[in-house]
């Protein structure tokens, strides 16, 4: 709610999503001024660097991902992509709609597509290895 009140102040073109963790950091720690204000026990500045260090994940790390994934599901061969996309494309593939176009059973399709993300996975997490990437 907070991003929407201050879309004004984003440049478009820009990086949202630096814009938009800046200013969840600014929030955060305003918010924190305010409970040590109040006596309320707050972690160090220190602590709470640390640890903004640690969840954020950069851009540039989602481009990765996204560029590792992308050359991943170009692995693939055409039958399971075809299977991925019918599940996660869109909003309608359930798996009762993706059991009743392929003709195979739910319990098949769950081994299959947990089969399906588990390659994904390990060969997203290969690929991010050999370019230096984050895993």
């Not at 790390?61 to 050359?71: F, I, Y």
């Not at 319990?107 to 390990?122: G, H, I, M, Q, Y």
Request: net charge positive; aromatic share 6%; with cysteine.
């Amino acid at each position: 709610m907070f991003l929407w009140q201050k879309m004004a102040e984003f440049e478009a073109g820009s990086n949202f999503g630096a814009w938009a963790c800046t200013v969840a950091y600014y929030k955060v720690l305003d918010h924190r001024r305010k409970l040590k204000k109040d006596g309320v026990l707050v972690f160090n500045n220190d602590l709470c660097e640390l640890l903004t260090e640690d969840s954020i994940e950069l851009p540039q790390e989602v481009d990765q991902k996204r560029s590792a994934l992308s050359q991943c599901l170009g692995k693939l061969n055409n039958g399971e992509r075809e299977l991925l996309l019918a599940r996660y494309q869109n909003k309608k593939g359930s798996m009762d709609e993706v059991s009743q176009i392929t003709g195979r059973s739910r319990a098949s399709l769950r081994v299959t597509l947990s089969r399906l993300r588990d390659k994904l996975r390990n060969c997203i997490i290969q690929r991010l290895a050999m370019e230096g990437g984050v895993a």
